[in-house]
């Protein structure tokens, strides 16, 4: 049976408030203090905040590793200090007058694998102390490129100094440097001037909850919008198991390998109550990965 105190919350979070800020908001909400969310936005971004709650935190890293899409507006012919529209101002250049075909052209350079310098407004590490922190002292170091996937990268709207576009893009992309190189490629310098993040894993923005919508709820109400922690692994395959089996994984022991048919690697472990927790399926047996104490499929 599932449990009322584990799961995920899709989050709309607005604009001008931190991940954190976001997560703490909704663990008062829903009265839950074992919490995280899984893929920071920054203030000035909005759009979907996947929290788990409870058991469902052990799912996280699932999420963390997703592809994840974005609407960004890039202003043109400004760069700043952040590469977004929170810094201060550094350099105006003019925007020349391009074509829609001058522009897919640039666009088309960070299409697939490329190398991306991060910004240096980051959480990233330089011999232990974060980017962000040496910035606001003033200093600058090198960051070596690293290389991200821009899966899809369309062009959904132009005016003289701004375009909109849509990205699809591995972990660790940053909008704010894709931004920054794109104005450098154009010549006339960019940055990133609204971001909300529309997909994130296997979830969408359209499924997410309003944090003004869920400050009116009571703590149930809260909970009822609680997903199963099953959801953020439907990428798995799934293995289907009697009592007795389910409980011999529980208590740790090893399964016949044909218990998993021909399936290879990691599982959803499904008993009479429903999922229980990740399984390892290999030539030698089926054995347990990662148990939950929810369930429910």
Sequence with gaps: MSSPDSGILLLDKPQGLSSNAALGRAKRVLGLRKAGHTGTLDPMASGLLVLCFGEATKVAGFLLDGDKTYLAEIFLGATTDTDDAEGEVIEHRPVPSMSSAVIEGALDGFRGEI???????????????????????????????????????????????????????????????????????????????????????????????????????????????????DCALTHLPSVDLDADDSQRLQLGQKLPSDRAGSIDGLVRLYGPDGFFGLGEAEARGLKPKRLFRTSGR
């Design 115 to 229: 190398q991306q310098a991060p910004p240096m407004y980051s959480a990233l590490k330089h011999h232990g102390q974060r980017l962000y922190a040496l910035a606001r002292r003033g200093e600058s170091v090198e960051r070596p490129a690293r290389p991200v996937t821009i899966h899809e990268l369309l062009l959904l709207d132009t005016q003289p100094d701004r375009m909109t576009v849509q990205v699809r893009c591995s972990k660790g992309t940053y909008i704010r440097s894709l931004a920054r190189d794109l104005g450098e490629k154009l010549g006339c310098g960019a940055h990133l001037s609204a971001l909300r993040r529309t997909q994130s894993g296997p979830f969408a923005l359209s499924d997410a909850v309003r944090l003004a919508e869920l400050d009116t709820m009571d703590a149930a109400a809260a909970k009822a919008c609680l997903k199963p922690a």
